[in-house]
């Protein structure tokens, strides 16, 4: 079976720092596009940031600049870097996959108090 399993979710500060982590299993994980995607009570879920099999990344405008994907290709992970954290940024945040099938994991809850 495919599983997605987030961590590193919680509670922090305006302008403090998390990192999440997603764990894939069941897939071949090197030749899939991975990504996160974030979703807040009452709006759209929306792409956060991306990265192909080789490292080429894809950021979403309100995140350029202060998050950065990375892969881990030999421990089967993505990884979200989140910094200068917002208010605005809190919201359930997702690992997903790209491919002939879509994949989503459970997600991780961040939550940033002003």
Do not use: H
């Amino acid at each position: 079976q495919v599983q997605l399993v987030e961590s590193g979710g919680g509670w922090v500060q305006a302008g403090g720092s998390l990192r999440l982590s997603c764990a894939a299993s069941g897939i071949i994980f090197s030749s899939n596009v991975m990504g996160w995607y974030r979703q807040a009570p009452g709006k759209q879920r929306e792409l956060v940031a991306l990265i192909t099999s080789n490292g080429i990344t894809n950021y979403g405008d309100s995140v350029k600049g202060r998050f950065t994907i990375s892969r881990d290709n030999a421990k089967n992970t993505v990884s979200l870097q989140l910094n200068s954290l917002k208010p605005e940024d809190t919201a359930v945040y997702y690992c997903r996959t790209f491919g002939q099938y879509v994949y989503w994991g459970q997600g991780t809850q961040v939550t940033v108090s002003s």
